[in-house]
């Protein structure tokens, strides 16, 4: 799991919810060179991490906030979105932004809910 590199905590519960914060593309501390595939990949690593340790797994949540800094790349995250998440659709927001820290080009915040699958969350 990726330490924090401000004063906040990657992952809290509220009830039956999980609350991430936003995820760039951090491993060992240090931002993943090779742009946005090798950002995004990492960061659902980090999404993965900080979930399985809750018990829960990508198909947990139920929404997401993408944040990009060139919205021209917005095609390209769908495609590596798409590959992570499989059929499983949680709600949605991507904006556009002016920056990132540490010069990430993307960055991921999550809700997950315990007891919701691919199945439920339509229900949800």
Same mark, same amino acid.
């Given at each position: 799991?990726?330490? !924090?590199?401000? !004063? ?7 009830? $039956?919810?999980?609350? @991430? ?6 491993? #060992?501390?240090?931002?993943? &060179?090779?742009?946005? $595939? +090798?950002?995004? /990949?990492?960061?659902?690593? *980090?999404?993965? =991490? ?9 198909? &947990?949540?139920?929404? @997401? @906030? ?6 021209? #790349?917005?095609?390209?995250? *769908? ?7 499989? &059929?499983?659709? !949680? /709600?949605? &927001? =991507?904006? =556009?932004? =002016? +920056? ?8 991921? $915040? ?6 919701? #699958? #691919?199945?439920?969350?339509? *229900?949800?």
């Amino acid at each position: 799991m990726a330490k !924090p590199i401000g !004063p906040y905590s990657p992952i809290l519960q509220a009830g $039956e919810w999980f609350i @991430t914060s936003g995820q760039i593309g951090l491993h #060992d501390g240090e931002l993943v &060179s090779g742009g946005l $595939e +090798a950002e995004l /990949t990492q960061i659902f690593q *980090n999404l993965k =991490a900080l979930l399985a340790v809750e018990g829960l797994t990508l198909q &947990s949540i139920v929404k @997401t @906030t993408v944040f990009l800094v060139d919205i021209d #790349d917005y095609q390209l995250m *769908n495609t590596i979105y798409i590959q992570e998440f499989g &059929s499983h659709r !949680p /709600t949605r &927001s =991507a904006v =556009a932004v =002016a +920056a990132l820290p540490l010069g990430a080009v993307v960055e991921i $915040e999550a809700w997950a809910r315990i007891g919701i #699958d #691919d199945q439920t969350a339509s *229900n949800a």
